[in-house]
């Protein structure tokens, strides 16, 4: 049994059916993407992930809590972060207050503006922003204001902000997209890192292929809004209906 089950999940919306009996397993402490052509139903079944949407049937487990029902910030309370294809930051504000909220919004239940001006003092706070920022590699950054970072530079912030509430589970909704090459290799490097040293299990989706194949220990492939094959890398980019479901001929 994984971490994140997700068990004959139908999500439709009129006459179209996104998702059809899709099941799912992502095992604890690994990374597993969920890749797919245009359509296939990835968006749709993250947004079941967290609350965003519920499933017309079927159940989404997550470490034995049921996901269904739940609103984003309780879903978030019980161990489940998310990155967004944009960093979700706070522009205005400098690298080391971004990280500060999340901090504070763990200990005491509030991510808001308003928790800046209660952190004064707070000792074990600023330490474990601290810590996040050296985690990511952005602790010289830390006075610098977010909206001036590099898009590389702004999802590692955005990836010190998800730490900083110790998930179980990181959902990352394309994390390299608009990155240049270098900035793409070096978030493969920084999520590397992460997983190995906090053991958090993350589910990927993503549609650059060199991003998929660098990090992911297991690929579920989804098409026509069902899963149509779940394995390991290797045996993933040869598969006749992987093949098929890309370019709609089977080999």
């Not at 810590?131 to 204001?145: E, G, P, R, W």
């Not at 999802?155 to 509430?165: G, I, P, V």
């Not at 958090?200 to 579920?220: G, N, P, R, W």
Request: net charge negative; charged share 25%; proline share 4%.
């Amino acid at each position: 049994m994984g971490i994140l089950e997700v068990q004959n999940v139908n999500k439709s919306f009129g006459g179209l059916k996104a998702l059809q009996n899709v099941n799912l397993d992502i095992e604890e402490g690994t990374i597993h993407a969920i890749i797919g052509p245009n359509g296939a139903g990835k968006s749709t079944l993250l947004n079941c992930f967290v609350g965003k949407l519920i499933p017309d049937t079927g159940t989404v487990m997550f470490d034995g809590h049921s996901l269904l029902g739940r609103k984003p910030h309780e879903i978030n309370q019980i161990g489940v972060s998310r990155v967004f294809q944009t960093p979700e930051i706070f522009s205005d504000l400098t690298v080391a207050e971004n990280v500060l909220i999340p901090c504070f919004a763990k200990r005491d239940g509030a991510f808001t503006l308003n928790a800046l001006a209660r952190v004064s003092g707070e000792t074990d706070v600023r330490e474990k922003a601290e810590q996040m920022l050296i985690d990511v590699s952005m602790q010289d950054k830390k006075d610098m204001i977010a909206s001036s970072l590099s898009r590389g530079d702004k999802r590692r912030l955005e990836m010190a902000m998800c730490l900083s509430q110790d998930p179980k589970l990181l959902l990352l909704d394309e994390p390299t997209a608009g990155m240049a090459r270098a900035d793409t290799n070096n978030t493969i490097e920084l999520l590397a890192e992460i997983q190995e040293r906090r053991h958090i299990t993350m589910a990927v989706i993503e549609h650059d292929m060199h991003v998929v194949f660098s990090l992911a220990q297991k690929i579920s492939v989804l098409a026509q809004g069902t899963v149509i094959v779940e394995d390991l890398p290797e045996n993933i980019k040869g598969h006749p209906k992987v093949q098929e479901a890309y370019l709609g001929v089977a080999t």
